[in-house]
């Protein structure tokens, strides 16, 4: 077994590193926040498990990839909705028409890779993110943000769609602009090579879940969410 199949099944199955622990963690299910997270976590382990199962028939599970994105973000935007009140409005009425556009770009292709759709809602997600932490380090809820869930939450969601901006926008574009057609080599990648491209973003599947774990594990009531 490749290197590549083992980040692929390691990814499949991390999710279930940070479920284990929410159930583990009744306070958890305790706020808003958190039970949008877990709601997040539960359709992440619903997509994997439909990605893995197709992909061992030999499907492509690529429309389930496409949904999932479009899910997480919807429920990203809530999340950040919830953790910045007064940025409410702002962040659901943006958040809305750019599901609209996604959903409407991807109709016509829904089993097609919609990389561009991934890179623009890492984008946005990467921003809100900074401004919760600008939010965060401005008001200082708590004595200890090593023991503040919503900081660890946040630092997954940077950390994994800071990387997926990188992955899916700037490094594809390097691959299908430039090399593909300046380089022959690049023209025909093959599967090997395909599974090295995607074992980035298993590896950074595997960090933002790890990350999750600890955001739950360090739950320590309402203080820790809304």
């Not at 590193?17 to 997270?37: A, G, H």
């Not at 708590?142 to 990387?163: G, H, K, Q, V």
């Amino acid at each position: 077994m490749t290197l590549g199949k083992i980040l692929i099944y390691l990814s499949y199955f991390s999710v279930l590193v940070p479920l284990s622990v929410s159930f583990r963690k009744r306070k958890f299910w305790s706020t808003r926040i958190m039970r949008v997270m877990s709601i997040l976590l539960i359709v992440s382990a619903s997509s994997d498990a439909a990605s893995y199962v197709l992909a061992r028939m030999r499907i492509s599970n690529l429309p389930v990839v496409n949904a999932y994105f479009i899910v997480s973000f919807a429920l990203l935007l809530i999340f950040y909705s919830i953790l910045m009140e007064r940025r409410k409005v702002m962040i659901l009425v943006i958040g809305q028409i750019l599901l609209a556009y996604f959903i409407l770009n991807s109709l016509d292709r829904w089993g097609d890779f919609r990389s561009i759709n991934i890179a623009m809602q890492s984008a946005v997600l990467v921003l809100l993110a900074h401004l919760y932490y600008f939010d965060l380090y401005k008001q200082l809820p708590t004595d200890n943000l090593a023991r503040f869930a919503p900081m660890w939450l946040n630092a997954a969601i940077l950390f994994y769609y800071s990387f997926n901006l990188f992955l899916f926008w700037v490094a594809e574009y390097v691959i299908v602009n430039f090399l593909r057609s300046s380089i022959p080599a690049f023209e025909n990648m093959s599967t090997d090579s395909a599974f090295t491209y995607w074992g980035f973003h298993n590896i950074n599947n595997i960090a933002k879940n790890i990350l999750f774990a600890v955001g739950i594990y360090v739950v320590e009531g309402n203080k820790n969410g809304k």
